[in-house]
Protein backbone atom coordinates (compact mmCIF):
# COMPACT_ATOMS: atom_id res chain seq x y z
CA UNK A 1 0.00 0.00 0.00
CA UNK A 2 2.72 2.48 0.63
CA UNK A 3 4.21 1.80 -2.79
CA UNK A 4 0.47 2.57 -3.76
CA UNK A 5 0.71 5.87 -2.50
CA UNK A 6 4.44 6.73 -3.00
CA UNK A 7 3.28 9.62 -5.24
CA UNK A 8 0.47 11.12 -3.45
CA UNK A 9 3.33 11.12 -0.29
CA UNK A 10 6.01 12.96 -1.77
CA UNK A 11 6.35 16.60 -0.76
CA UNK A 12 5.63 19.33 -3.00
CA UNK A 13 8.75 21.54 -3.67
CA UNK A 14 8.20 25.12 -3.11
CA UNK A 15 11.09 27.34 -4.30
CA UNK A 16 11.61 28.19 -8.56
CA UNK A 17 11.90 25.13 -10.88
CA UNK A 18 15.60 26.87 -11.00
CA UNK A 19 15.60 26.04 -7.29
CA UNK A 20 14.78 22.83 -7.69
CA UNK A 21 17.19 21.32 -10.71
CA UNK A 22 19.38 22.75 -8.72
CA UNK A 23 20.63 19.52 -6.84
CA UNK A 24 19.81 15.56 -7.41
CA UNK A 25 18.77 14.91 -3.83
CA UNK A 26 15.00 16.40 -4.64
CA UNK A 27 14.37 13.71 -7.00
CA UNK A 28 13.57 10.39 -6.11
CA UNK A 29 13.23 6.86 -8.06
CA UNK A 30 10.25 5.95 -9.59
CA UNK A 31 9.39 2.43 -7.22
CA UNK A 32 10.17 -0.44 -9.85
CA UNK A 33 6.65 -1.89 -9.57
CA UNK A 34 5.39 1.19 -11.12
CA UNK A 35 4.27 1.25 -14.90
CA UNK A 36 4.58 3.85 -17.65
CA UNK A 37 1.72 3.98 -19.64
CA UNK A 38 1.10 6.12 -22.37
CA UNK A 39 -1.61 7.11 -25.40
CA UNK A 40 -0.86 8.62 -27.91
CA UNK A 41 -2.54 9.71 -31.76
CA UNK A 42 -1.32 8.28 -34.62
CA UNK A 43 -0.55 10.37 -37.88
CA UNK A 44 -1.43 13.34 -35.28
CA UNK A 45 -0.03 15.82 -37.91
CA UNK A 46 -1.55 15.13 -40.45
CA UNK A 47 -4.81 15.39 -38.45
CA UNK A 48 -3.94 19.08 -37.72
CA UNK A 49 -2.90 19.62 -41.19
CA UNK A 50 -6.50 18.54 -42.30
CA UNK A 51 -7.76 21.18 -39.77
CA UNK A 52 -8.22 18.60 -36.92
CA UNK A 53 -6.23 20.40 -34.43
CA UNK A 54 -9.19 21.27 -32.13
CA UNK A 55 -10.19 17.24 -32.05
CA UNK A 56 -6.49 16.10 -31.60
CA UNK A 57 -6.64 18.50 -28.18
CA UNK A 58 -9.85 17.02 -27.25
CA UNK A 59 -9.10 13.28 -27.39
CA UNK A 60 -5.34 14.14 -25.50
CA UNK A 61 -7.67 15.72 -22.47
CA UNK A 62 -10.29 12.99 -22.80
CA UNK A 63 -7.28 10.60 -21.90
CA UNK A 64 -6.35 11.97 -19.13
CA UNK A 65 -9.91 12.60 -17.86
CA UNK A 66 -10.80 9.32 -18.51
CA UNK A 67 -8.25 7.96 -16.25
CA UNK A 68 -8.66 10.48 -13.79
CA UNK A 69 -11.85 9.73 -13.47
CA UNK A 70 -11.78 6.18 -12.89
CA UNK A 71 -8.99 6.79 -10.37
CA UNK A 72 -11.67 9.10 -7.98
CA UNK A 73 -13.98 6.69 -8.06
CA UNK A 74 -11.53 3.87 -6.99
CA UNK A 75 -10.84 3.48 -3.45
CA UNK A 76 -7.55 4.97 -1.97
CA UNK A 77 -7.15 8.73 -2.95
CA UNK A 78 -5.07 7.65 -5.40
CA UNK A 79 -2.88 10.17 -7.08
CA UNK A 80 -0.54 9.45 -10.09
CA UNK A 81 1.72 11.51 -12.18
CA UNK A 82 0.80 12.46 -15.86
CA UNK A 83 1.74 14.62 -18.41
CA UNK A 84 -0.43 16.44 -21.51
CA UNK A 85 1.48 16.45 -24.75
CA UNK A 86 -1.00 18.46 -27.40
CA UNK A 87 -1.78 15.22 -29.13
CA UNK A 88 -0.95 12.26 -26.10
CA UNK A 89 -0.47 11.75 -22.69
CA UNK A 90 1.83 9.78 -20.33
CA UNK A 91 1.12 8.07 -16.95
CA UNK A 92 3.33 6.83 -14.03
CA UNK A 93 0.87 4.33 -12.30
CA UNK A 94 1.38 1.63 -9.63
CA UNK A 95 1.26 -2.36 -10.33
CA UNK A 96 -2.60 -2.54 -8.94
CA UNK A 97 -3.61 -0.10 -10.90
CA UNK A 98 -2.36 -0.59 -14.32
CA UNK A 99 -4.95 -3.20 -15.88
CA UNK A 100 -7.57 -0.78 -14.97
CA UNK A 101 -5.37 2.48 -16.53
CA UNK A 102 -5.19 0.44 -19.95
CA UNK A 103 -8.87 -1.14 -20.13
CA UNK A 104 -10.04 2.37 -19.91
CA UNK A 105 -7.17 3.65 -22.51
CA UNK A 106 -8.43 0.79 -24.62
CA UNK A 107 -12.04 1.29 -24.39
CA UNK A 108 -11.68 5.05 -24.61
CA UNK A 109 -9.61 4.50 -28.08
CA UNK A 110 -12.35 2.46 -29.26
CA UNK A 111 -15.14 5.36 -28.86
CA UNK A 112 -12.70 7.76 -30.07
CA UNK A 113 -12.03 5.93 -33.41
CA UNK A 114 -16.16 5.01 -34.12
CA UNK A 115 -16.62 8.90 -33.14
CA UNK A 116 -14.10 10.94 -34.94
CA UNK A 117 -12.04 8.40 -36.87
CA UNK A 118 -8.05 8.74 -35.09
CA UNK A 119 -6.34 5.94 -33.74
CA UNK A 120 -4.90 6.09 -30.34
CA UNK A 121 -1.79 3.78 -29.69
CA UNK A 122 -1.98 2.51 -26.08
CA UNK A 123 0.85 0.45 -24.43
CA UNK A 124 2.72 0.29 -20.93
CA UNK A 125 6.40 -0.78 -20.14
CA UNK A 126 7.42 -1.67 -16.85
CA UNK A 127 9.43 0.54 -14.97
CA UNK A 128 11.41 -2.32 -13.97
CA UNK A 129 12.24 -3.15 -17.69
CA UNK A 130 13.94 0.48 -18.03
CA UNK A 131 16.29 -0.44 -14.83
CA UNK A 132 17.36 -3.08 -16.19
CA UNK A 133 18.67 -1.37 -19.32
CA UNK A 134 20.35 1.38 -17.31
CA UNK A 135 17.46 4.17 -17.79
CA UNK A 136 16.72 6.67 -15.50
CA UNK A 137 13.19 7.35 -14.25
CA UNK A 138 13.58 10.16 -11.17
CA UNK A 139 10.90 12.06 -10.09
CA UNK A 140 10.07 15.07 -7.85
CA UNK A 141 6.82 17.07 -6.91
CA UNK A 142 6.73 20.68 -7.62
CA UNK A 143 4.16 23.29 -6.41
CA UNK A 144 4.23 25.34 -9.62
CA UNK A 145 1.35 27.69 -8.71
CA UNK A 146 -0.11 28.41 -5.64
CA UNK A 147 -2.95 26.33 -6.27
CA UNK A 148 -1.09 23.58 -8.98
CA UNK A 149 1.72 20.81 -7.98
CA UNK A 150 3.07 18.96 -11.39
CA UNK A 151 5.41 15.84 -11.46
CA UNK A 152 8.59 16.98 -12.56
CA UNK A 153 10.99 14.01 -14.57
CA UNK A 154 14.77 14.02 -15.05
CA UNK A 155 15.97 10.56 -17.21
CA UNK A 156 15.07 9.26 -20.50
CA UNK A 157 12.41 6.56 -18.77
CA UNK A 158 9.45 8.01 -20.23
CA UNK A 159 10.94 9.00 -23.50
CA UNK A 160 12.43 5.41 -24.42
CA UNK A 161 9.34 4.11 -22.83
CA UNK A 162 7.24 6.14 -25.85
CA UNK A 163 9.45 4.93 -28.27
CA UNK A 164 9.25 1.50 -27.84
CA UNK A 165 5.76 1.69 -27.44
CA UNK A 166 4.80 3.40 -30.91
CA UNK A 167 7.40 1.56 -32.41
CA UNK A 168 5.23 -2.06 -31.47
CA UNK A 169 1.66 -0.42 -32.15
CA UNK A 170 -0.20 -2.58 -34.40
CA UNK A 171 -3.88 -1.52 -34.85
CA UNK A 172 -6.41 -3.60 -33.87
CA UNK A 173 -8.89 -4.91 -35.99
CA UNK A 174 -12.20 -5.56 -33.74
CA UNK A 175 -12.07 -4.70 -30.21
CA UNK A 176 -15.52 -4.38 -28.54
CA UNK A 177 -16.87 -1.26 -26.53
CA UNK A 178 -18.08 -1.46 -23.24
CA UNK A 179 -19.65 2.00 -22.56
CA UNK A 180 -19.55 1.61 -18.48
CA UNK A 181 -15.78 1.87 -18.83
CA UNK A 182 -16.45 5.49 -20.78
CA UNK A 183 -16.39 8.38 -18.05
CA UNK A 184 -15.66 11.64 -19.76
CA UNK A 185 -17.35 13.65 -16.92
CA UNK A 186 -16.13 16.90 -16.57
CA UNK A 187 -14.83 17.64 -20.08
CA UNK A 188 -15.04 20.95 -21.24
CA UNK A 189 -13.75 22.68 -24.50
CA UNK A 190 -15.60 25.97 -24.79
CA UNK A 191 -12.94 28.34 -24.19
CA UNK A 192 -11.92 31.09 -27.61
CA UNK A 193 -8.47 31.46 -28.50
CA UNK A 194 -6.59 33.35 -25.95
CA UNK A 195 -4.83 36.33 -26.79
CA UNK A 196 -1.57 37.81 -25.36
CA UNK A 197 -2.00 40.88 -23.32
CA UNK A 198 -0.19 42.62 -25.70
CA UNK A 199 -0.78 42.62 -29.55
CA UNK A 200 2.89 42.61 -30.53
CA UNK A 201 3.05 39.66 -28.05
CA UNK A 202 3.30 35.79 -29.72
CA UNK A 203 2.80 32.61 -28.12
CA UNK A 204 5.48 29.88 -28.03
CA UNK A 205 5.36 26.48 -28.00
CA UNK A 206 9.20 24.82 -26.85
CA UNK A 207 9.89 21.00 -26.67
CA UNK A 208 13.64 20.61 -25.51
CA UNK A 209 15.69 17.76 -25.02
CA UNK A 210 18.86 17.46 -23.50
CA UNK A 211 21.48 15.15 -25.39
CA UNK A 212 22.56 13.55 -22.14
CA UNK A 213 20.79 12.22 -19.91
CA UNK A 214 23.47 12.68 -16.88
CA UNK A 215 23.30 16.71 -18.38
CA UNK A 216 19.66 17.12 -18.21
CA UNK A 217 19.22 19.13 -15.07
CA UNK A 218 22.59 21.47 -15.62
CA UNK A 219 20.81 21.94 -19.08
CA UNK A 220 17.24 22.59 -18.07
CA UNK A 221 18.50 24.86 -15.42
CA UNK A 222 20.83 26.91 -17.94
CA UNK A 223 17.73 27.15 -20.62
CA UNK A 224 15.14 28.32 -17.74
CA UNK A 225 17.61 30.59 -16.63
CA UNK A 226 17.55 32.15 -19.97
CA UNK A 227 13.99 32.13 -20.13
CA UNK A 228 13.47 34.32 -17.41
CA UNK A 229 16.11 36.76 -18.69
CA UNK A 230 14.19 37.24 -21.58
CA UNK A 231 10.53 36.50 -20.55
CA UNK A 232 10.49 37.47 -16.91
CA UNK A 233 9.37 34.90 -14.75
CA UNK A 234 7.53 32.23 -14.64
CA UNK A 235 4.34 33.95 -13.69
CA UNK A 236 4.89 37.00 -15.60
CA UNK A 237 5.44 34.76 -19.09
CA UNK A 238 1.98 32.80 -18.76
CA UNK A 239 -0.40 32.91 -21.15
CA UNK A 240 -3.44 32.15 -19.82
CA UNK A 241 -4.78 35.49 -18.29
CA UNK A 242 -8.29 35.76 -16.78
CA UNK A 243 -8.80 38.96 -18.67
CA UNK A 244 -7.96 37.59 -21.94
CA UNK A 245 -10.81 34.58 -21.01
CA UNK A 246 -13.53 34.52 -23.42
CA UNK A 247 -16.18 31.99 -23.97
CA UNK A 248 -16.65 30.50 -27.58
CA UNK A 249 -20.49 30.23 -28.31
CA UNK A 250 -20.27 28.74 -31.53
CA UNK A 251 -22.23 25.81 -31.55
CA UNK A 252 -19.50 23.92 -33.64
CA UNK A 253 -17.41 23.60 -30.43
CA UNK A 254 -20.15 22.22 -27.95
CA UNK A 255 -20.83 19.66 -30.75
CA UNK A 256 -17.17 18.25 -30.84
CA UNK A 257 -17.30 18.56 -27.76
CA UNK A 258 -20.17 16.27 -27.44
CA UNK A 259 -18.92 14.15 -30.09
CA UNK A 260 -15.95 12.92 -28.09
CA UNK A 261 -17.65 13.24 -24.43
CA UNK A 262 -20.70 11.04 -25.14
CA UNK A 263 -21.60 7.68 -27.02
CA UNK A 264 -24.58 9.02 -29.25
CA UNK A 265 -25.99 12.75 -30.00
CA UNK A 266 -27.95 13.86 -27.36
CA UNK A 267 -29.95 17.18 -28.37
CA UNK A 268 -30.89 17.89 -24.88
CA UNK A 269 -26.95 17.94 -23.81
CA UNK A 270 -26.23 20.32 -26.78
CA UNK A 271 -28.64 22.89 -26.39
CA UNK A 272 -28.17 22.99 -22.28
CA UNK A 273 -23.99 23.07 -22.94
CA UNK A 274 -24.46 25.96 -25.49
CA UNK A 275 -26.99 27.97 -23.53
CA UNK A 276 -24.78 27.27 -20.59
CA UNK A 277 -22.26 28.84 -22.45
CA UNK A 278 -23.39 31.52 -24.05
CA UNK A 279 -25.13 32.61 -20.10
CA UNK A 280 -21.53 31.62 -18.68
CA UNK A 281 -19.86 34.71 -20.18
CA UNK A 282 -22.80 36.84 -17.57
CA UNK A 283 -21.78 34.47 -15.22
CA UNK A 284 -17.91 34.85 -15.26
CA UNK A 285 -18.05 38.85 -15.74
CA UNK A 286 -20.95 39.81 -13.08
CA UNK A 287 -20.78 37.30 -10.18
CA UNK A 288 -17.97 36.74 -7.51
CA UNK A 289 -17.86 33.36 -8.01
CA UNK A 290 -17.61 33.50 -11.77
CA UNK A 291 -14.78 35.97 -11.42
CA UNK A 292 -13.04 34.02 -9.03
CA UNK A 293 -13.06 30.93 -11.26
CA UNK A 294 -11.71 32.73 -13.87
CA UNK A 295 -8.62 33.58 -10.86
CA UNK A 296 -8.10 30.21 -10.92
CA UNK A 297 -7.99 29.22 -13.88
CA UNK A 298 -4.73 30.95 -14.29
CA UNK A 299 -3.27 29.04 -11.64
CA UNK A 300 -4.39 25.61 -12.83
CA UNK A 301 -3.43 25.77 -16.08
CA UNK A 302 -0.67 23.59 -17.16
CA UNK A 303 1.62 25.40 -18.96
CA UNK A 304 4.76 23.61 -18.26
CA UNK A 305 6.10 19.88 -18.07
CA UNK A 306 9.32 18.48 -17.47
CA UNK A 307 9.04 14.69 -18.36
CA UNK A 308 12.83 14.39 -19.60
CA UNK A 309 12.35 16.85 -21.58
CA UNK A 310 11.30 20.67 -21.28
CA UNK A 311 7.60 21.29 -23.16
CA UNK A 312 6.15 24.39 -22.61
CA UNK A 313 3.86 27.26 -23.81
CA UNK A 314 5.07 30.48 -23.12
CA UNK A 315 4.10 34.45 -24.23
CA UNK A 316 7.08 36.69 -25.28
CA UNK A 317 7.74 39.50 -27.86
CA UNK A 318 9.55 38.45 -31.10
CA UNK A 319 12.79 40.50 -30.76
CA UNK A 320 13.55 37.97 -27.08
CA UNK A 321 12.28 35.08 -29.27
CA UNK A 322 14.83 35.89 -31.80
CA UNK A 323 17.95 36.21 -29.13
CA UNK A 324 16.50 33.20 -26.93
CA UNK A 325 16.62 31.17 -30.08
CA UNK A 326 20.08 32.16 -31.08
CA UNK A 327 21.06 31.29 -27.29
CA UNK A 328 19.46 27.45 -28.42
CA UNK A 329 21.24 27.66 -31.61
CA UNK A 330 24.77 28.24 -29.68
CA UNK A 331 24.15 25.11 -26.99
CA UNK A 332 22.59 23.31 -30.00
CA UNK A 333 25.78 23.78 -31.80
CA UNK A 334 27.89 22.66 -28.76
CA UNK A 335 25.71 18.94 -29.10
CA UNK A 336 24.01 19.90 -25.45
CA UNK A 337 20.45 19.81 -26.80
CA UNK A 338 17.94 19.17 -29.67
CA UNK A 339 15.23 21.72 -29.83
CA UNK A 340 11.71 22.51 -31.43
CA UNK A 341 9.83 25.46 -31.35
CA UNK A 342 6.46 27.10 -32.97
CA UNK A 343 5.78 30.48 -32.49
CA UNK A 344 1.91 31.55 -33.03
CA UNK A 345 -0.70 34.36 -32.53
CA UNK A 346 -2.77 32.75 -29.36
CA UNK A 347 -2.94 29.55 -27.26
CA UNK A 348 -6.12 27.01 -27.12
CA UNK A 349 -7.52 25.53 -23.57
CA UNK A 350 -9.29 22.28 -23.19
CA UNK A 351 -10.53 21.62 -19.46
CA UNK A 352 -11.62 18.98 -16.58
CA UNK A 353 -14.22 20.54 -14.56
CA UNK A 354 -15.89 18.88 -11.71
CA UNK A 355 -16.28 22.07 -9.82
CA UNK A 356 -15.49 25.46 -10.49
CA UNK A 357 -14.91 26.38 -7.00
CA UNK A 358 -12.38 23.65 -6.24
CA UNK A 359 -12.03 21.20 -8.64
CA UNK A 360 -10.39 22.27 -12.04
CA UNK A 361 -7.57 21.49 -14.36
CA UNK A 362 -6.90 23.38 -17.57
CA UNK A 363 -4.24 21.83 -20.70
CA UNK A 364 -2.74 24.46 -23.05
CA UNK A 365 -1.44 24.80 -26.44
CA UNK A 366 -1.21 26.36 -28.73
CA UNK A 367 -2.77 27.55 -32.37
CA UNK A 368 -1.50 26.52 -35.80
CA UNK A 369 -0.37 23.00 -34.38
CA UNK A 370 0.88 24.31 -31.18
CA UNK A 371 2.70 21.36 -29.41
CA UNK A 372 2.70 18.58 -32.96
CA UNK A 373 4.14 21.88 -34.83
CA UNK A 374 7.34 22.17 -32.55
CA UNK A 375 7.49 18.58 -32.13
CA UNK A 376 7.59 18.26 -36.77
CA UNK A 377 10.77 20.44 -36.44
CA UNK A 378 12.16 18.21 -33.45
CA UNK A 379 11.63 15.23 -35.43
CA UNK A 380 13.12 16.25 -38.32
CA UNK A 381 16.96 17.65 -36.25
CA UNK A 382 16.87 14.09 -34.62
CA UNK A 383 16.16 12.46 -38.13
CA UNK A 384 19.17 14.65 -39.91
CA UNK A 385 21.52 13.67 -36.65
CA UNK A 386 20.96 10.33 -37.32
CA UNK A 387 21.85 10.39 -41.11
Not at 39 to 68: E, F, K, M, P, R
Not at 73 to 95: H, L, Q
Not at 309 to 317: H, L
Not at 327 to 337: H, P, R
Request: hydrophobic share 40%; with cysteine.
Amino acid sequence: MADKQFYKNLRPFKGTLIDLLDSETYFVDVPNTWYVVVVDILNSTNAINNGNHHQVNLTATGAIISVLNTLRKAKGGNEIPYFFGGDGATFIVPSPLLRKTISVLDNYSVHIKSKIDLVLRVGEIPVSHLIAKNIQLKIAKHRLTEKLSIPVVLGNGLKVAEDMIKSSFKEKETTSFDETLLNLEGMECRWDQILPDQQQTKVVCLLLDATSEDNQRIVYKDVLAQMDKEFGNFENRQPIKSNNLKLDPNPTKVWEEMKIKLTSTSWIYFFKSWLKTNFGRIYLNLTSSGKQYLNQIEQLSHTFMLDGMINTVFTAEQHNIDRFIKFLDGMEKENKLIYGIHVTHASVMSCYVLDRKTSHSHFVDGTEGGYTSAAKMFKNKKKALSV
